[in-house]
Structure formats: structure tokens, C-alpha cells
């Protein structure tokens, strides 16, 4: 007789399935970087030997948040202007712009969404050359692409995305991110488990205090604004808090009214160029009583939480990991509410909107 | 001695300013149409004779909303690619796409904010055509572009935008809009009188019961979820409410877990290709005990709010004139609650991000 030493994950506790998938992130970045990592190299060569005129990105939910990452890289690294389409344009007013010398990228963990099929249908008879990012390469999506990059998150049982969020970060990252940035890839997986292994302790505490909370807003500039997006995404899905996620700049430019004692805020920043109007946007807030917290390095702190992030990571990089802790944090809300956060009311894995 | 008969608005009642700007919309669209009309067909001609290759908007706010409205134009009407541009691309990661055959569209009422101008000097210096539409023609974006419109809204004095953001949609359906379409904005400042005129009474009653709300979303689709989102932005400002404001199709994809009994669901749509999603939306709220309206033409109905839009106006344009019930109920709601309007917390006429 052989004794199984191996602890299955018990799945019938609240949130399981969601903690398991956001732990397996570091190993499943590994893998997508070797056994995926010839593809990504091949598809990363045709993109930069000829560039095209310009990059859509059509996404939806957590992968829009992936595709606004990755809007940032193509315009500062490739150089080619980047953007997300709407895929209404096409499936409700039969929009049809011409994308010779396009570049359009779906991105979809399901690769079914009927909306980014039609919206890739349309781009592929009007001359674009098409990409798809996704979790199942016999989807629709990755069928009628030119090319189908399998994220290799395996199977993601949870409806609230995590570790097929960072897959796609990371293979957006391989393909679009500047020969530095892409020297410092490899190093991820092992920065990862080092930043859940802080960050699981520490973000439990953060976690009692949101406890209560009935609103939560979330910030941060460029390359991080999808983390801001994605964070309050994920505590509006598991947890029911209204939380509003954005870029500070947008923040600034009206919402940053409804900041006030009764509404915590959970910046994202690390050393880099966006460090200066976060560290402004934390003392404005301070200043108001706003009970505010950082999630980065330490370059600039808010009222508790310390730094979970390793100093010296590239800012093109710093989403792939400032989102585990925020991952974590959804998690730890939902069930302080006596919330499944593995089963969110009214939502279900595959979205078909039209 | 001669009497004044004309009555002053009294400024000092908390929202006279807003009320005042709101109101004078229609005149202001008049005027856009007939002493701007002329610049507006001369730049018009230029796109159409030689489209660009792409457009891409750069905005904030507000703003913003109008450049999400046009993004669907251009690509619908025109044929080409648009999209939404990242500012931090330049101003954080001095980003500097390739934008030859490339126009670039700044919009914003007061002209001034940083992150804008330096975005549209690095597209002038990488070989884009740059056009701006503002308020004030002698700022800072209207003279390093090529070319700039005045929206001719008028000096706006209340920090919520109102008149500068239906100016800034006119002047975009003017130029972008198909013929068909086009031959329609004539009749839009009667329109805006009447749905003005039958809206004030509507949107008090509307007002009392959403006094006490904490939470409101709104959704719409298409050209409309430009509406969706400037009117979350409104209540947002003026009345600290925590309102989410999105497309229909990325609500389904997270955010309608947030939806409850709790929580009013405030819809945008008339007869069009996004009434279907619309009424899908309204009936499965409906399910969950969610208090529903809808301002439109009465194709969808909610739970109180009857028909305040007339009957075919293209979808188009609805946009111009579904926002002015938005306008007055977040006045409206922000009164009721003691709030005054015309100075919301924390925010300025002019917001300097960089």
C-alpha cells in the first residue's frame, strides 16, 4: 500500500478553488515561459521584423484589463500606435474600417465570446492580420486566428480569473516588451512566490480592515492603471464592494470626489516614473483622512501596509505581480463577508454578450 | 430711466449654475451649427477627400466620453480605424509611436491640461495631422494644432461639464457622422428643447427616490455607452453617489454581481441595434428585484420613468439628447442630498495631470 502524501485542496471551503489557482501562478508563468516559450519567440520575431501600421486589441472584462497593459508596451516599446476596439462597432452597426497593415489581438481566457468572434471575422476580411491570446486553443476565436497563442494557465475552475489574468500579462509581455524587459522575464516566477509568500500574512490584516467597507477605490498610473482596473474588479466580483478602479490622472479629473473618510484607497507603485503623482495622490488623500494603503515596493507607503514587492522589478513588468497580493485580497474580503468567492452570484465562467 | 425686465439667475441657489448651462444647451448647438458651421464643413471636407489611416483620441473626463462616441463614428461612418490613446504613454515612458497618415484628436473643454499637450507635441513631431476641439481657442492644445474647433458652448462656469460636453458631441457627429445622419443635426436644438422641457418634471420624481441611494448603476450600448458613463460621472461629481457607469456587454462580464435590490439600474436606449441587449438587461434586473429605468424613447421601459426621448432620432445622435435627463437628475440628486452642484469637493474648473 502506498500512503498519497499529497494534500488535495479541500474544495468545498469557500474561495479553494480561487486560492488554489491564485498559488499556482508562479509555476504556471514558468511553464508558459518553457514549454510555450519557442512560440512566443516565433510569433515575437514576425511582429518586430515587420512591424504593422498599428495594434487593436479587442477584450473583454479581466482580459481588457490585459489589453490595456499591453496597449502601454506596443506604443513605448514597438513604437506602432495601440489601442482597444470596441467589438459593438461591428455587431451592432456593421462597422467595417478598413486594417490592411493591422495588427488585431483578441484576448480571452474562453476564446468564445460571440462579440470578439464577429469583431475578428470583420477584421480578417478587411486585411487585418490576427492574433489570439487564450486558455483553450480549440476555441472559436483561436480557430479563425492566424495565429493562436495558448496562454497555458490549465484549467481555470473559478469564475473570478487570476491565474489566467497573468498569463496573459506575461505572454503580452514576451511578445510586445523591449529586449531588457524581456531579459528580466525568466526571473518572474520565483519573484512571484516570494511576493505571495509576503503578501498572504500581510493582506489578511488589510483584509479585516476592508471588511466593512462599502465602497473601495483603486489607482495607479500607466503600465499599473490595469492593476487598479483589474484589483476593483475583482473585489466587485467576490465581494459585492462597490470599488472603483482607474488611472489617478482620470481620478483626478472627477471621481476624486467621492474620496473621503468613509472610503479607503489602495494605490499600486513602485520606483518609477509613476511614483511622483501616486506619492502626491497619497498625501491629497491623506489630507482628507482617507485611510490609504500601497501595494509596491516601499517608494511610496500608505498607512499600513508594507512593501510585498521586490525593488528593482521593471515597471513594464510590476502588474504581472502587484495584482497577487490584490488577488488575494478579493479572496480574503469575500469570505471575512461570508462570501463564496468561487461562486459569485449572477456571473458564470463564459460570458456571450453580442 | 429704463426697467430690466430680463430676470438674473440667481446665482447664489446651490446648482444655478449647472441649471443655467444645462438649460442653455439648445442655443449653444445653434449656434455651433450655424456660425461654426462653416469650419466645421471646411475640416469635414479635408478628413473625408483623404481619410487618414487611423484616428486616435486623446481626452480625459469628460472629455473622454465624447472621444468614446466618436471613436464608434469614425470607425462606423468614416471606415477607419479609431481608438482611445493612453497620454503616459508619452508623459511617463516618453513613448513615440510611428503616427504618419495618422490623425490625432484632442478633446477638451478648457484646452490646458499637460498631459495632452505633450502628447499632441510628440504626435506633430512623429507625423501625425492634429486637430483639437475646445472650448477656448486660444489655449495651449488649439495653438500647437494644426487646426482647432471652438465647440462654441460659451464660457462654463459650473465644474460639472454639461454644455461643453454635448458641444464637444455635435462638433464630433459633424464631422465624423455619415450623410444620412448628418442631415439630421439641424433639427437637434428643437429636439433638446422639447426632451428639456418634458425631462425637468420627469427627473424630479426620479431624484426623490434615488436621494437615498448609495450605489447607481448605469449601462447602455454602442453609441450610448458613451451616455452610460458621463452620466455615472455626473452623479459621481456632484452627488458623491458611487455610480458605476459602463457598456451593457462589460457589465455581464463582472460588475452586474454588484446589481441588487439595493442598488437602482439607471438605462440608456431607444429603438437601434442596442435596444435588444437593453431590454435582456432590463428583464434579468427585473428578476432580482432591481429598481430599473430607462431614459429613451419608450421602445425599453424601466420600472417609473415614461418615454422623455421623441421617436427617431438615428442612434447616431441620441447621444446629444439622452444626456440632458442625466444632467438635470444629477443636479436634481445633488440638491436633494445638500450638496451644491456648482462646487463639487475636491475638484477644479481646470484639471492639471501630467
Known amino acids: 500500500m502506498t500512503v498519497d502524501v499529497t494534500t488535495p485542496a479541500p474544495v468545498d471551503v469557500p474561495g479553494a478553488r480561487m486560492r488554489r489557482e491564485i498559488a499556482e501562478q508562479p509555476v504556471k508563468w514558468h511553464d508558459a515561459l518553457t514549454r510555450g516559450g519557442d512560440q512566443l519567440r516565433a510569433v515575437r520575431a514576425r511582429i518586430w521584423n515587420r512591424p504593422p501600421k498599428a495594434v487593436l486589441f479587442v477584450a473583454r472584462g479581466t482580459s481588457d484589463h490585459a489589453a490595456l497593459y499591453a496597449n502601454y508596451l506596443v506604443q513605448t516599446a514597438l513604437g506602432v500606435p495601440a489601442a482597444s476596439a470596441s467589438p459593438s462597432v461591428v455587431t451592432l452597426y456593421g462597422g467595417a474600417p478598413d486594417l490592411r497593415d493591422v495588427l488585431v489581438v483578441a484576448v480571452s481566457q474562453s476564446g468564445g465570446s460571440p462579440d470578439l468572434v464577429a469583431f475578428l471575422e470583420m477584421a480578417r476580411a478587411r486585411g487585418a492580420a490576427t492574433l489570439t491570446l487564450t486558455n483553450d486553443t480549440d476555441s472559436a476565436l483561436a480557430r479563425i486566428s492566424d495565429e493562436a497563442i495558448d496562454i497555458l494557465a490549465g484549467r481555470e475552475t473559478a469564475v473570478a480569473a487570476t491565474k489566467s489574468y497573468t498569463g496573459e500579462l506575461l505572454a503580452l509581455a514576451a511578445l510586445f516588451a523591449g529586449e531588457e524587459t524581456l531579459a528580466q522575464l525568466p526571473a518572474l516566477p520565483e519573484l512571484g512566490e516570494k511576493v505571495l509568500a509576503v503578501a498572504t500574512s500581510r493582506v489578511e490584516e488589510l483584509a479585516a480592515r476592508y471588511r466593512y467597507a462599502d465602497r473601495i477605490m483603486t489607482a495607479a498610473r500607466g503600465y499599473s492603471s490595469a492593476t487598479a482596473r483589474e484589483a476593483a474588479l475583482k473585489l466587485v466580483e467576490t465581494s459585492y464592494v462597490s470599488a472603483h478602479g482607474m488611472s489617478s490622472a482620470d ?27 501616486i506619492a502626491q495622490l497619497v498625501d491629497l488623500a491623506g489630507e482628507r483622512g482617507v485611510d490609504v494603503d500601497v501595494i509596491g515596493d516601499g517608494t511610496v507607503t500608505g498607512r499600513t501596509l508594507p512593501a510585498v514587492l521586490p525593488r528593482g522589478v521593471a515597471p513594464e513588468l510590476r502588474p504581472v505581480l502587484e495584482i497577487l497580493p490584490a488577488q488575494l485580497l478579493a479572496a480574503e474580503v469575500a469570505v471575512a463577508r461570508g462570501y463564496d468567492p468561487d461562486a459569485p452570484r449572477g456571473l458564470s465562467k463564459v460570458t456571450r454578450t453580442y
Open 251 to 277: 481620478l483626478l479629473h472627477g471621481p476624486v470626489a467621492l474620496l473621503d473618510q468613509s472610503v479607503p484607497l489602495l494605490c499600486f507603485t513602485s520606483a518609477g516614473p509613476d511614483a511622483r503623482e
